[in-house]
């Protein structure tokens, strides 16, 4: 089959490596890709107005293509599932209604409320008044979230008063986030560690992948500001085999009947972002698609065809596709341009790529361009460099030297990425 893959970053490299190891795969088409991807076998990267969900839409009926995959929200949130579906063209993907629940924070906390989906207790405020007056009401710790999406800058985990106050006033006030914030979401600090576990549904039954977890902040020990991601790895043990089942059971079959039941049924990847503390684990939050870095470790782990499972996810078979995984470990590590996430530069130039995958690491892409015949940085996360071995304390050796091989002016990246799985 023909596929198209919408998007740039190092999930789509993870996303466009995977798809192109499957014999069903022939072609595989990504808009606009990366020059790692651009690599790959069976792909192309082309330019493409990916905005323009009526001209993407031609695109593939022009070039007869079978299976058209999302990588980012913004798309499925524009409602390009729906201009394709009406096409008759296979899509895998959530509608626009279903992609509420990364669109926006308070549909999404609405449904879980009704259909008792744990989670945090929330409030959900359209004006500055009442924001503030449940604030005071509360106190801290309290969490500030613009309802709509905010390129992952939305949420303030407000550890005083003051600090909630100020977030209001940004995100209602200053409208720091557009529309975005014009509505807030007030909920409960919920203490606990964090995990990723994605999820692949058909809009009837899910079948959840290997749960994994991320490193938001900058530096190492969690410190410095909050990122796109610095780092993966998979599984994470904090969601043992009994809380990924019940995780299962209590969260994403839920949630997918309740969208059923809405009449907006959910298609494609629901990436589900869990607190887990003891034995309980509730929804942080809901995104519509796969996670930026944690696909770049649960793929390398999938042993089944990724292109069939995505055609069945799109046409509703699901139920007839075995999911199978490897019992090995992975470990992400991002390397990222010095200054990241504020202010950074970019154009350096990248050495050491090949040696990096001749030590068994794959090198994601993720902010790399071409500059004649040299691959220089273009954004803040470069490269995510991973590596598979028996466990994490041995993938994450063998990631580390890899990573030790790759330079360029400027790059940093953590050094304790999975800490907390080797520190158990
Ligand atoms: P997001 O930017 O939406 O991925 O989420 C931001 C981060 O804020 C999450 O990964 C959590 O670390 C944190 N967070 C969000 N909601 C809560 C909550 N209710 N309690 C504690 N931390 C939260
Ligand atoms: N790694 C976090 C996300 O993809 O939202």
């Excluded at 273009?378 to 994450?396: E, F, M, P």
Aim: proline share 4%; aromatic share 6%.
């Amino acid at each position: 089959m023909n596929v198209l893959l919408i998007g740039s970053g190092g999930r789509e490299h993870a996303l466009a490596w995977k798809l192109a190891q499957s014999p069903k795969v022939e072609k595989l088409l990504v808009a606009p890709g990366n020059p790692g991807i651009g690599l790959l076998d069976k792909c192309e990267c082309i330019s493409l107005d990916v905005e323009n969900l009526d001209l993407v839409a031609d695109f593939a009926q022009e070039n007869k293509i079978d299976l058209t995959v999302v990588g980012p929200e913004a798309p499925l949130v524009a409602g390009l599932a729906d201009v394709f579906e009406a096409r008759g063209l296979t899509v895998f993907g959530p509608s626009k209604a279903a992609a509420q629940l990364e669109g926006s924070k308070a549909f999404s906390k609405n449904i879980m409320a009704k259909y008792n989906v744990p989670t945090a207790f929330f409030k959900i405020c359209d004006n500055l008044e009442d924001a503030k007056a449940y604030v005071e009401a509360k106190g801290a710790p309290i969490v500030v979230k613009a309802d709509g999406l905010a390129a992952g800058k939305g949420v303030v985990v407000a550890f005083t008063k003051e600090e909630a106050l100020s977030a209001l006033d940004e995100m209602m006030g200053d409208h720091k986030f557009g529309s975005a914030g014009a509505r807030v979401v007030l909920e409960e600090f919920m203490d606990g560690e964090e995990a990723s576990l994605l999820a692949f549904t058909d809009g009837k039954i899910i079948v959840p992948m290997i749960a994994s977890q991320d490193h938001k902040r900058a530096f190492d020990g969690d410190k410095g500001p909050n990122t796109g991601g610095m780092g993966t790895y998979a599984p994470a043990p904090v969601l043992t085999p009994a809380l990924r089942d019940k995780a299962t059971e209590e969260i994403l079959k839920p949630m997918i009947s309740a969208m059923q039941k809405e009449g907006t049924p959910y298609k494609g990847c629901l990436y589900a972002g869990l607190m887990v503390k003891g034995d309980s684990v509730k929804v942080v939050e809901f995104n519509c698609r796969f996670g930026d870095p944690e696909t770049q470790v649960v793929l390398p782990l999938l042993d089944s065809d990724l292109a069939e499972i995505m055609l069945a996810c799109a046409t509703g078979k699901l139920d007839q596709i075995e999911i199978k995984w490897s019992d090995k470990a992975a470990v992400c590590v991002v390397v990222a341009s010095g200054g990241y996430p504020e202010s950074y530069e970019k154009g350096k130039e990248i050495s050491g790529l090949d040696a990096a995958s001749e030590l068994g690491a794959v090198v994601f892409h993720a902010g790399t361009k071409l500059a004649g015949d040299k691959i220089v940085t273009s954004g803040g996360r470069v490269l995510g460099v991973t590596a598979v071995d028996d466990n994490i304390k041995a993938a994450r050796d063998k990631a580390y030297t890899a990573v030790d091989k790759i330079s360029f002016e400027k790059a940093f990246s953590r050094r304790d990425i999975a800490w907390r799985a080797l520190n158990r």
